[in-house]
Protein backbone atom coordinates (compact mmCIF):
# COMPACT_ATOMS: atom_id res chain seq x y z
CA UNK A 1 0.00 0.00 0.00
CA UNK A 2 1.96 3.39 -1.16
CA UNK A 3 -0.03 5.91 1.01
CA UNK A 4 -1.71 8.37 -1.33
CA UNK A 5 -2.40 10.76 0.47
CA UNK A 6 1.25 11.96 0.77
CA UNK A 7 1.28 15.56 -1.34
CA UNK A 8 3.62 15.25 -4.14
CA UNK A 9 4.38 11.79 -3.15
CA UNK A 10 5.87 10.86 -6.86
CA UNK A 11 3.05 8.26 -8.14
CA UNK A 12 4.83 6.22 -10.31
CA UNK A 13 2.84 3.13 -11.94
CA UNK A 14 4.47 0.43 -9.88
CA UNK A 15 4.04 -2.18 -7.81
CA UNK A 16 7.04 -1.56 -5.48
CA UNK A 17 7.40 -0.72 -2.51
CA UNK A 18 8.46 3.33 -0.90
CA UNK A 19 11.30 4.42 0.31
CA UNK A 20 12.38 6.52 2.90
CA UNK A 21 15.53 7.61 3.00
CA UNK A 22 17.94 9.88 4.25
CA UNK A 23 21.11 11.10 6.71
CA UNK A 24 19.89 10.81 10.50
CA UNK A 25 20.33 14.34 11.14
CA UNK A 26 21.03 17.55 9.41
CA UNK A 27 24.13 17.89 9.85
CA UNK A 28 24.66 21.44 7.42
CA UNK A 29 22.93 22.92 4.85
CA UNK A 30 24.34 21.40 1.62
CA UNK A 31 24.77 17.55 2.55
CA UNK A 32 20.82 17.06 2.41
CA UNK A 33 21.02 17.96 -0.70
CA UNK A 34 23.03 16.06 -2.42
CA UNK A 35 22.45 12.95 -0.38
CA UNK A 36 18.93 13.45 -1.71
CA UNK A 37 19.56 14.46 -5.21
CA UNK A 38 21.55 11.04 -5.16
CA UNK A 39 19.25 8.96 -3.76
CA UNK A 40 16.33 10.70 -6.26
CA UNK A 41 18.20 9.38 -9.29
CA UNK A 42 18.15 5.94 -8.26
CA UNK A 43 14.51 5.61 -7.42
CA UNK A 44 13.15 7.03 -10.32
CA UNK A 45 15.47 4.98 -12.32
CA UNK A 46 13.76 1.76 -10.21
CA UNK A 47 10.57 3.29 -9.81
CA UNK A 48 10.35 3.36 -5.77
CA UNK A 49 8.20 6.41 -4.79
CA UNK A 50 10.66 7.95 -2.40
CA UNK A 51 10.44 10.44 0.78
CA UNK A 52 13.13 12.17 1.94
CA UNK A 53 14.18 12.22 5.74
CA UNK A 54 16.43 14.05 7.82
CA UNK A 55 15.87 14.88 11.37
CA UNK A 56 16.16 18.60 12.45
CA UNK A 57 17.53 17.84 15.46
CA UNK A 58 17.93 15.01 18.05
CA UNK A 59 16.67 15.01 20.88
CA UNK A 60 17.19 11.54 22.77
CA UNK A 61 21.07 11.38 22.64
CA UNK A 62 23.03 9.24 25.21
CA UNK A 63 25.40 12.02 26.13
CA UNK A 64 25.58 15.51 26.77
CA UNK A 65 28.31 15.47 24.19
CA UNK A 66 26.32 14.33 21.28
CA UNK A 67 25.41 16.46 18.32
CA UNK A 68 21.91 17.64 18.47
CA UNK A 69 21.60 20.18 15.01
CA UNK A 70 22.75 22.96 12.98
CA UNK A 71 19.77 24.91 15.08
CA UNK A 72 15.74 24.00 14.53
CA UNK A 73 15.20 26.69 12.41
CA UNK A 74 17.74 26.61 9.81
CA UNK A 75 17.61 22.66 9.65
CA UNK A 76 13.57 23.27 9.15
CA UNK A 77 14.15 26.01 6.20
CA UNK A 78 16.97 23.02 4.69
CA UNK A 79 14.56 20.73 4.71
CA UNK A 80 11.96 22.81 3.24
CA UNK A 81 14.56 23.90 0.43
CA UNK A 82 14.65 20.37 -0.10
CA UNK A 83 11.52 19.56 -0.63
CA UNK A 84 10.44 22.91 -3.12
CA UNK A 85 13.54 22.26 -5.21
CA UNK A 86 13.75 18.65 -6.00
CA UNK A 87 9.95 18.35 -5.88
CA UNK A 88 9.57 15.34 -3.40
CA UNK A 89 8.09 14.62 0.33
CA UNK A 90 10.07 15.13 3.34
CA UNK A 91 9.72 13.64 6.71
CA UNK A 92 11.36 14.72 9.51
CA UNK A 93 10.98 13.01 13.53
CA UNK A 94 9.87 15.76 16.48
CA UNK A 95 9.63 15.32 20.13
CA UNK A 96 7.21 17.47 21.95
CA UNK A 97 3.38 18.58 21.06
CA UNK A 98 4.97 21.59 20.46
CA UNK A 99 7.39 20.93 18.17
CA UNK A 100 5.02 18.89 16.23
CA UNK A 101 3.51 22.64 15.28
CA UNK A 102 6.35 23.76 14.33
CA UNK A 103 7.81 20.97 12.17
CA UNK A 104 4.23 20.22 10.17
CA UNK A 105 4.72 24.30 8.28
CA UNK A 106 8.17 22.73 6.89
CA UNK A 107 7.52 18.76 6.05
CA UNK A 108 4.73 16.42 4.50
CA UNK A 109 5.29 13.40 6.78
CA UNK A 110 5.99 13.52 11.31
CA UNK A 111 7.81 11.35 12.44
CA UNK A 112 7.04 10.04 16.25
CA UNK A 113 9.88 8.32 17.79
CA UNK A 114 9.43 4.94 19.39
CA UNK A 115 10.29 6.00 23.17
CA UNK A 116 7.53 8.16 22.18
CA UNK A 117 4.88 6.51 20.30
CA UNK A 118 2.59 6.00 24.22
CA UNK A 119 2.58 9.73 24.70
CA UNK A 120 -1.40 10.70 24.03
CA UNK A 121 -0.63 14.95 23.72
CA UNK A 122 2.17 14.14 21.14
CA UNK A 123 0.39 11.92 18.73
CA UNK A 124 -3.10 14.17 18.99
CA UNK A 125 -1.03 17.41 18.58
CA UNK A 126 0.42 15.89 16.04
CA UNK A 127 -2.58 14.30 14.06
CA UNK A 128 -4.40 17.60 14.34
CA UNK A 129 -1.66 19.36 11.78
CA UNK A 130 -3.25 17.25 9.43
CA UNK A 131 0.03 16.05 8.08
CA UNK A 132 0.62 11.91 7.56
CA UNK A 133 2.18 10.64 10.60
CA UNK A 134 4.62 7.89 10.89
CA UNK A 135 4.52 6.47 14.04
CA UNK A 136 7.74 4.25 15.40
CA UNK A 137 6.48 1.18 16.92
CA UNK A 138 8.00 1.12 20.72
CA UNK A 139 10.98 -1.55 21.26
CA UNK A 140 8.75 -2.37 24.06
CA UNK A 141 5.04 -3.00 22.37
CA UNK A 142 3.98 -5.49 20.73
CA UNK A 143 2.58 -4.70 16.96
CA UNK A 144 -1.05 -5.09 18.20
CA UNK A 145 -0.49 -2.40 21.15
CA UNK A 146 -0.16 0.01 18.22
CA UNK A 147 -3.55 0.02 17.34
CA UNK A 148 -3.52 2.49 20.37
CA UNK A 149 -1.73 5.14 18.40
CA UNK A 150 -3.41 4.52 15.30
CA UNK A 151 -6.78 5.27 17.74
CA UNK A 152 -5.89 8.24 18.77
CA UNK A 153 -4.80 9.77 15.35
CA UNK A 154 -7.86 8.95 14.00
CA UNK A 155 -9.79 10.21 16.72
CA UNK A 156 -9.20 13.75 14.99
CA UNK A 157 -10.56 12.91 12.09
CA UNK A 158 -6.91 12.55 10.74
CA UNK A 159 -6.47 9.01 9.00
CA UNK A 160 -3.03 9.42 7.23
CA UNK A 161 -1.08 7.06 9.61
CA UNK A 162 1.63 4.97 8.81
CA UNK A 163 3.93 2.33 11.40
CA UNK A 164 7.33 1.15 11.32
CA UNK A 165 8.70 -1.72 12.75
CA UNK A 166 12.10 -0.96 13.96
CA UNK A 167 12.71 -4.00 16.13
CA UNK A 168 12.01 -5.18 19.98
CA UNK A 169 14.64 -4.71 22.66
CA UNK A 170 16.50 -8.29 23.28
CA UNK A 171 18.52 -8.05 26.55
CA UNK A 172 20.54 -4.16 27.11
CA UNK A 173 22.17 -3.87 23.98
CA UNK A 174 20.65 -5.96 21.47
CA UNK A 175 17.23 -5.86 19.06
CA UNK A 176 15.40 -8.51 17.21
CA UNK A 177 12.93 -8.22 14.45
CA UNK A 178 9.84 -10.21 14.63
CA UNK A 179 8.79 -9.82 10.94
CA UNK A 180 4.96 -11.31 11.92
CA UNK A 181 4.77 -7.64 12.74
CA UNK A 182 4.31 -6.78 9.11
CA UNK A 183 0.91 -8.61 8.46
CA UNK A 184 0.21 -8.57 12.76
CA UNK A 185 0.24 -3.86 12.31
CA UNK A 186 -1.04 -4.02 8.14
CA UNK A 187 -4.43 -5.75 10.13
CA UNK A 188 -4.76 -2.05 11.52
CA UNK A 189 -5.81 -0.78 7.72
CA UNK A 190 -2.67 1.06 8.12
CA UNK A 191 0.75 1.05 5.28
CA UNK A 192 3.35 -0.70 7.81
CA UNK A 193 7.07 0.09 6.98
CA UNK A 194 10.64 -1.98 8.07
CA UNK A 195 13.09 0.59 9.67
CA UNK A 196 16.41 -1.67 8.20
CA UNK A 197 18.99 0.49 10.06
CA UNK A 198 17.61 1.48 13.18
CA UNK A 199 16.88 -1.96 13.81
CA UNK A 200 20.55 -2.95 14.02
CA UNK A 201 21.52 0.05 16.66
CA UNK A 202 23.54 -1.64 19.74
CA UNK A 203 23.43 1.32 22.62
CA UNK A 204 26.16 0.96 24.65
CA UNK A 205 27.82 2.78 27.63
CA UNK A 206 30.06 4.91 26.09
CA UNK A 207 27.56 7.54 25.12
CA UNK A 208 27.76 6.49 21.24
CA UNK A 209 25.34 4.22 20.12
CA UNK A 210 27.22 0.68 18.06
CA UNK A 211 25.42 -1.18 15.12
CA UNK A 212 25.73 -3.75 12.92
CA UNK A 213 25.43 -2.40 9.74
CA UNK A 214 26.67 -5.83 7.34
CA UNK A 215 22.95 -6.96 7.94
CA UNK A 216 20.99 -3.96 6.56
CA UNK A 217 20.14 -6.25 3.47
CA UNK A 218 19.58 -9.33 5.36
CA UNK A 219 16.95 -7.12 6.93
CA UNK A 220 15.72 -5.42 3.58
CA UNK A 221 15.43 -8.08 2.36
CA UNK A 222 13.71 -10.12 5.06
CA UNK A 223 11.29 -7.00 5.25
CA UNK A 224 10.47 -7.10 1.51
CA UNK A 225 9.90 -10.88 1.76
CA UNK A 226 7.03 -10.65 4.76
CA UNK A 227 5.37 -7.93 2.17
CA UNK A 228 5.97 -4.81 4.32
CA UNK A 229 4.28 -1.50 2.31
CA UNK A 230 7.41 0.89 2.88
CA UNK A 231 11.20 0.52 3.71
CA UNK A 232 12.86 2.91 6.04
CA UNK A 233 16.66 3.73 5.81
CA UNK A 234 19.06 6.21 6.44
CA UNK A 235 22.40 6.53 4.58
CA UNK A 236 25.28 8.96 4.05
CA UNK A 237 28.13 9.35 2.15
CA UNK A 238 30.67 8.66 4.50
CA UNK A 239 28.88 6.61 7.93
CA UNK A 240 32.36 6.82 9.42
CA UNK A 241 32.37 10.84 9.54
CA UNK A 242 28.49 11.24 10.25
CA UNK A 243 27.91 13.18 12.95
CA UNK A 244 24.94 10.94 14.75
CA UNK A 245 24.52 6.93 14.18
CA UNK A 246 26.67 6.31 11.99
CA UNK A 247 27.54 3.08 13.17
CA UNK A 248 24.02 1.89 11.69
CA UNK A 249 23.79 3.66 8.47
CA UNK A 250 24.52 2.17 4.87
CA UNK A 251 26.89 4.27 2.86
CA UNK A 252 25.70 5.84 -0.05
CA UNK A 253 27.75 4.50 -2.36
CA UNK A 254 25.62 0.94 -1.27
CA UNK A 255 22.04 1.92 -1.79
CA UNK A 256 21.65 1.68 -5.70
CA UNK A 257 23.13 -2.49 -5.46
CA UNK A 258 20.61 -3.22 -2.24
CA UNK A 259 17.47 -1.26 -3.56
CA UNK A 260 17.97 -3.46 -7.15
CA UNK A 261 17.93 -6.53 -4.94
CA UNK A 262 14.85 -5.58 -2.89
CA UNK A 263 12.83 -4.66 -6.12
CA UNK A 264 13.86 -8.09 -7.90
CA UNK A 265 12.36 -10.10 -4.51
CA UNK A 266 9.17 -7.55 -4.50
CA UNK A 267 9.03 -8.51 -8.55
CA UNK A 268 9.51 -12.15 -7.33
CA UNK A 269 7.09 -12.09 -4.76
CA UNK A 270 4.38 -10.49 -6.59
CA UNK A 271 4.80 -13.01 -9.76
CA UNK A 272 4.18 -15.67 -7.30
Known amino acids: MIPSYIPSLRHISTNNFFLIAGPC ?3 NTHMPFEIASHILEITET ?7 KASYKKANRTSIHSFTGIGDQKALETLAHVREDLKIPVITDFHSAEEAQLAAKYVDVLQVPAFLCRQTELLLSAAATNKTINVKKGQFLSPEAMSHAVEKIRSTGNSRVMLTERGSMFG ?3 LVVDFRSVPRMQALGVPVIVDI ?3 LQQPNLSGVTGGLPRFIGTLGKAA ?10 ETHPDPSQALSDGANMLPLSQLKDLLKKLVSIRKAILED
Not at 46 to 52: A, D, E, H
Request: hydrophobic residues 55%.
Open 25 to 27: VIE
Open 46 to 52: LKIPFIF
Open 172 to 174: YTD
Open 197 to 199: THS
Open 224 to 233: IAAGADGIFL
